[in-house]
């Protein structure tokens, strides 16, 4: 199986993106919320902020999204691979690279992102690529987690 390629998410992926982020949330995980985590997904696509797809071939197999919270702090939306692609690939790893290099290069300085307490592999994985708990009190302004009960996370961007 050859690596799946990462790249801009176009308006010929948004619809998969979305069936993606479904798929995962609740056929996979059967998590509730998903509803709201795709209303704030379409909002942030319709907005024009930039999504990232992995394709295997045509096929959307992961995605991820960088939204803006006000002032100088992006949010990280719907970072799901496809359950073949996990582990291994390092789809999320590339995934990730380009969110956080577009970041940099919007001059952002911080970026956040909120997660099911169920997804303890990806809590791992932020947390080796350096994010950290981002508790309650030190949100920032305008910033709410997706669904309540969500777990936060931050990672600084040094200038
Ligand atoms: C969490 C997720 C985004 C990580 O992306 P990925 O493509 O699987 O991760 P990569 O292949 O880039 O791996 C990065 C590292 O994390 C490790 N890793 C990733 N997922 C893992 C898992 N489920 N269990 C163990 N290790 C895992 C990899 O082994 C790798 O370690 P290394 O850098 O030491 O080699 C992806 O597994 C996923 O979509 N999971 C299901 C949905 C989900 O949890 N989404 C996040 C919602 S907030």
Do not use: K
Not at 11 to 28: G, I, S
Not at 118 to 146: I, K, Q, V
Not at 151 to 156: D, H, P, Y
């Amino acid at each position: 199986m050859s690596a799946p390629t990462v790249g801009r998410c176009g308006p010929e992926h948004v619809e998969a993106l979305v069936r993606l982020v479904e798929q995962v949330r609740a056929d996979e995980y059967e998590l509730p919320g998903t509803a709201q985590v795709i209303g704030s997904l379409r909002q942030a696509l319709a907005a024009g902020r930039p999504f990232w797809v992995a394709l295997d071939g045509d096929e959307v197999v992961g995605c991820v999204g960088l939204d803006r919270c006000g002032g100088d702090v992006g949010v990280l939306r719907a970072m799901f691979i496809a359950a073949e692609f996990r582990a291994g690939h390092g789809v999320g790893t590339a995934l990730l690279r380009a969110l956080l290099d577009e970041a940099r290069a919007e001059g952002l300085a911080e970026v956040v992102l909120d997660s099911h307490p169920c997804f303890t592999a990806a809590h791992r994985f932020y947390r080796r690529a350096g994010f950290t708990p981002l508790e309650d009190g030190d949100r920032p302004a305008g910033y709410a987690p997706t669904v309540p009960g969500n777990v936060c996370f931050r990672i600084a961007l040094p200038r």
